[in-house]
């Protein structure tokens, strides 16, 4: 019987081919194995590595590490997050879960619903304005979805401020009318320090505005309503989302109240919809058949037999600008672990580093390393077929042939005799081209990537749903600024240096 051992072995031993040999061996042959067609998005996986043998040693390691068991726990609310001991169940927000949790998911977007119909039917008053505070996925996922989706159609202004740094919230406050302005709180356990220091702060704004009740002004988004209570937020003014829903994942759940409000509920409930049909490709399609599964493979080539230590991600369409900073915290939170599910240390490389930026900004930034470089770094591209605008035909031409013609540039290279004018080439890169940018493609393409962080996590056999590595710097941060801890003597001066102590 095949082992994970076995299989690591046998990649560590099997040699690439370079792109242009296996892309001009049989053409037809290896677009027909490496692009798929999931929710009107096109997957494009032709120039990479990866070969039928690769393909065929991770389908083994897939076997071995019990893949298929451990999507059916994802799905059916078992234990998919051992050290906390909960389930990971954000698709459960998309109605693909254990019966109750996908019925409790309903009805807490019923509830989210029934508050956005209040807000516009007045009964907070006139609303213009909605600040949104929260940070990491609380805020990510919401910023992502408004940036991409409403630029047309946003029916309030929605500010979504995350950064602790007061100039943040400045800004804010000199736009907004506090007269006209609600203010959504998002945190999970509604303790988070830097949210909570925000709320202080834009609770005292409307206060000094002179806004009637400006308690009543605010919105819970939490996995902990009592802590919301606590603070001062009403019951029915709190909007509570599944505590097995992690943060970073939680842009489906009561998270996504604020694209949900700007955006409108057909448009939250059609992304709703997109990632279902990933859900649904991602827990019935086997093997190199299953897309999320397959970019596993291709990202476990770079990163444990090439020895990539990052991946680039770049948006050939200015409404996906933010997509590759989402992608930074789901991927790199998610599968950043140095151990295995049972503890012990990981013998291969976790997640890459994962970065990028927009197309054709970065071709003038960035590109420079990605073509000359020592760093092999494997591209992911992201275009869409439709534009969002009605200039002229030529700017979105121009813009798909240079997404287009970096990819083929990169896996061709060019040979010169003046090595700096030299391309060395055999570059890999993907390309996942939209139809268009919309609800239903926008919440299939998060969800893909969520599924690829979780194949890519049980072919390493770790945990990608806690992330207890962010909480050391900020209890260290906590006694820092409150002077309960003592800390190391370069550090005491630092802090004195930098507060004028």
């Known amino acids: 019987m095949t082992t994970a051992a076995n299989e690591w072995q046998a990649l560590a031993d099997w040699q690439p081919q370079t792109l242009s040999d296996l892309v001009l061996a049989d053409p037809a042959a290896r677009l027909q194995a ?13 120039k990479t590595h990866l070969d039928d043998p690769a393909i065929a040693i991770l389908n083994r390691l897939a076997e071995a590490l019990d893949f298929a068991g ?46 956005i119909d209040a807000i516009e039917a007045d009964a907070f008053g006139e609303i213009r304005h909605l600040l949104h505070i929260g940070i990491g996925g609380s805020a990510l996922g919401p910023d992502l979805l408004i940036d991409a989706l409403g630029r047309h159609g946003s029916r309030y202004d929605v500010a979504i401020v995350s950064n602790v740094d007061g100039a943040a919230l400045a800004e804010v406050f000199a ?3 506090p007269a006209y302005t609600l203010v959504a709180v998002a945190s999970k356990t509604f303790t988070t320090t830097e949210t909570l220091l925000n709320a202080a702060s834009a609770l005292q704004w409307l206060e000094e505005a002179g806004v009637d009740d400006p308690v009543g002004r605010f919105i819970a988004l939490t996995a902990n309503p009592e802590r919301a209570v606590e603070w001062g937020i009403d019951e029915t003014r709190i909007l509570p989302f599944s505590e097995t829903v992690g943060g970073r994942y939680s842009l489906w759940s009561s998270i996504g109240f604020p694209a949900a409000l700007a955006l409108g509920w057909d448009a939250f409930q059609d992304m709703l919809e997109g990632a279902a049909e990933m859900d649904r490709h991602f827990r019935l399609a086997d093997g190199a058949d299953n897309i999320c599964l397959l970019a596993a493979f291709a990202d476990q080539i770079y990163a444990n037999r090439l ?16 997509l590759p900073a ?4 789901l991927e790199m939170e998610s599968n950043g672990k140095r151990v295995t599910l049972d503890g012990a240390p990981l013998a291969q490389q976790s997640a890459p580093i994962t970065w990028g930026g927009i197309g054709t900004d970065a071709q003038h930034a960035v590109f420079q390393l990605l073509h000359q470089g020592t760093h092999l770094t494997p591209v992911e591209f992201v275009v869409a077929r439709e534009p969002d605008h009605i200039l002229d035909d030529a700017h979105h031409e121009t ?23 030299a391309y060395p080439g055999d570059r890999p890169s993907t390309t996942i081209l939209l139809d268009q940018v919309t609800p239903h493609s926008l919440g299939a393409l998060i969800a893909f990537y969520e599924h690829r962080v979780f194949a890519n996590a049980v072919l390493l056999g770790i945990n990608p749903f806690d992330q207890f590595g962010v909480e050391l710097g900020k209890e260290m941060a906590k006694g820092l600024a409150e002077g309960t801890v003592q800390f190391d003597p370069a550090t005491q001066a630092l802090m004195q240096a930098a507060l004028d102590e």
Not at 34 to 46: E, K, N
Not at 407 to 421: C, K, N, Q, Y
């Open 70 to 115: 451990r999507r059916r726990t994802l799905f059916s609310g078992g234990i998919a997050n051992p050290s906390e001991d909960r389930a990971a169940e954000h698709s459960a927000e998309r109605g693909d879960g254990a019966p109750e949790s996908v019925h409790r998911a309903q009805m807490l977007h019923q509830r989210m619903r029934m508050l």
């Open 326 to 329: 989402y992608l930074q915290q």
């Open 307 to 322: 020895g990539c230590q990052t991946r680039a991600v770049f948006a050939y369409d200015e409404r996906l600008r933010l």
């Open 399 to 421: 813009l798909v042939a240079n997404c287009i013609a970096q990819g083929a540039a990169l896996m061709a290279g060019r040979a010169s005799e003046d090595g700096a004018r």
């Open 34 to 46: 490496l692009v798929r067609s999931v929710a009107d998005i096109r997957f494009d996986f032709a």
């Open 175 to 177: 736009k907004f009318d």
